[in-house]
């Protein structure tokens, strides 16, 4: 939809040109009401059971997921007194750029997307490398339901019920050698199926980077989540696993990952290497630390419309700085943004 909404606050969308402005100028007009028509649920208690999530569309989970599902601990993590965003928006309100840059492309596009079989590469500084079936590599995992709030750097947020389990939990069983000093994740590349991938004007260099320092990623709020609303993870939402930092803007959670490698340099990471002085390596949420192009005060949480922009104040580290704050001690995050 080429809707350019006026809003009364600074979060307008004709200011807020999402990452992709640097792919296709058609982004610029990429906000859209998407969400506006979808009322949001009513009475949502945080931490529900699956079944309490009204409005989601069952999907096909494989066997594995199921069994899972059953011993999951629900409700394991939540946010307070903030709704969560109805399914709709979450599933048709994406970026994920394999599958296009408008915000409805990944729903529209990503049913191609194969996810079983699917296989991911654990290597480099571990003592215990491998491949994995994806099955095989969530086994040892309790499931856990963490409600967080997702903030991406074009300033709207949500708060979305993930299904995961601590990427902590990961590293202790693939042992880091004591050269591995962060972590480097890679997306699926398959232009056959990802048109995203073959666009003529796509400056991005695939396969999707993203990387943490290692002390991040054994803090335990960083997850691998495998589902959302009680459910395994729609494919526009980054099937079968991805990767989810609630501290850190959106583009650090990276969708669909295949390889994830412990290496003993800072991994270049796909924004940073497309725009370094609008996307940072740390990307940790900061009210204070404006994008260039705008203000990071404030946000859109949606569901979000012409008549209820519903527009909050952004808090710092997305409001999760009693957990994550201590990582960022020494490090100046004006220059660290
Ligand atoms: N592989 C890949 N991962 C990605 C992206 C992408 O384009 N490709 N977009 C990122 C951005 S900018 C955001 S805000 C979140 C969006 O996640 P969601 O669509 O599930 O809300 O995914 C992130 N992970
Ligand atoms: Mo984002």
Redesign the pocket.
């Known amino acids: 939809m080429l809707i350019k909404i006026a809003r009364p606050s600074d979060c307008k969308a004709s200011d807020i040109t999402p990452?992709g402005i640097y792919l296709s100028r058609r982004t610029m007009l990429g906000a859209s009401l998407a969400g506006a028509a979808v009322a949001a649920l009513p009475g949502v208690a945080l931490g529900a059971e699956p079944s309490r999530y009204a409005d989601v569309e069952p999907g096909a989970a494989p066997g594995w997921f199921k069994d899972k599902l059953g011993a999951t601990r629900w409700g394991a993590v939540t946010v307070e007194n903030e709704a969560i965003t109805p399914f709709k928006d979450?599933t048709h309100?994406?970026?994920?750029?394999?599958f296009g840059t408008d915000k409805g492309d990944?729903a529209a596009n990503a049913g191609s997307l194969k996810t079983e079989p699917w296989s991911l590469v654990v290597d480099g500084e571990v003592a215990k490398p491998g491949r994995y079936a994806l099955e095989d590599f969530v086994k040892p995992y309790q499931l856990e339901e963490r409600i967080y709030r997702?903030r991406?750097?074009?300033a709207w947020s949500?708060v979305?019920p993930w299904l995961g389990f601590s990427l902590a939990q990961v590293l202790k069983q693939v042992e880091p050698t004591s050269k591995a000093r962060y972590l480097r994740f890679e997306?699926l590349q398959d232009p056959k199926v990802m048109p995203g991938q073959r666009s003529s004007f796509a400056l991005i260099d695939w396969p999707?980077v993203?990387g943490l320092r290692l002390d991040e990623a054994m803090n335990p709020l960083a997850i691998l989540a495998v589902g959302m609303y009680g459910r395994e993870l729609p494919n526009?939402?980054?099937a079968p696993l991805?990767l989810i930092v609630p501290w850190k803007?959106?583009?650090?959670?990276?969708?669909?990952i295949v390889r994830i490698s412990l290496v003993a340099e800072q991994p270049q990471t796909t924004w940073e290497r497309l725009a370094p002085t609008e996307y940072g390596f740390y990307a940790n949420v900061n009210p204070t630390v404006d994008h260039p192009r705008w203000t990071q005060a404030r946000e859109r949480r949606l569901p979000s419309g012409l008549f209820s922009p519903n527009v909050r104040d952004t808090l710092m580290f997305n409001g999760y700085g009693d957990e994550v704050a201590s990582l960022y001690s020494d490090l100046d995050l004006r220059k660290n943004y």
């Open positions: 990452e979450a309100y994406n970026n994920f750029y394999e990944p997702l991406c750097v074009e949500m979305i997306t999707y993203e526009q939402n980054g991805r803007y959106g583009f650090k959670s990276i969708k669909s």
